[in-house]
């Protein structure tokens, strides 16, 4: 977990500087993309996030939306994964469940 932690890290910060440079940092646009899903669906990633899964994979998700020791999320105004995404279903592990591994199979692109 510590190696993905620290990848998990390096991707944010490579993120958060590009999107510093488009003058966007921290106002990503609110998702509405999955206003028609069901209570209970997987909602879908917000067009902010296209392309992600492929460079950044799963640690990079986890960058923003897992915990870490201090906060759940790590990244404030991001979403926290639900407790069932994490070994034991407990964010305490800080660790992802394997079954879940590939969020781009649940949370498709919106
Ligand atoms: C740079 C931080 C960051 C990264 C990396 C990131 N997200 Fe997000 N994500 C956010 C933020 C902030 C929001 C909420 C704001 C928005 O809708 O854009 C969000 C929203 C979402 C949502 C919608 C949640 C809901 O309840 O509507 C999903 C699903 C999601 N992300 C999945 C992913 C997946 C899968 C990955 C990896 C491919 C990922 N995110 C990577 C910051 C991030
Ligand atoms: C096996 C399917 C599956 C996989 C794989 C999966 N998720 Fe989810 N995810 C779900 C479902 C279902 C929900 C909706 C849970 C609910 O509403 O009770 C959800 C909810 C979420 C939410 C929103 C939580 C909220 O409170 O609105 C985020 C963010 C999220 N997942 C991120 C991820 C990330 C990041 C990954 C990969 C590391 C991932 N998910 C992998 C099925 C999955």
Known sequence: MRKQLVAGALALAMLTGTMAAAGCAGTEPKNDASANVPAG??????ASHDGRFESLGAPGCYGCHGAS???N???NGSVAL???HYVDGSSQTLELDPTHDQCNTCHVQG
């Open 82 to 84: 639900p407790e069932d």
């Open 41 to 46: 669906a997987p909602p879908l990633m917000p």
């Open 69 to 71: 020791e201090r906060s």
């Open 73 to 75: 999320p790590m990244l």
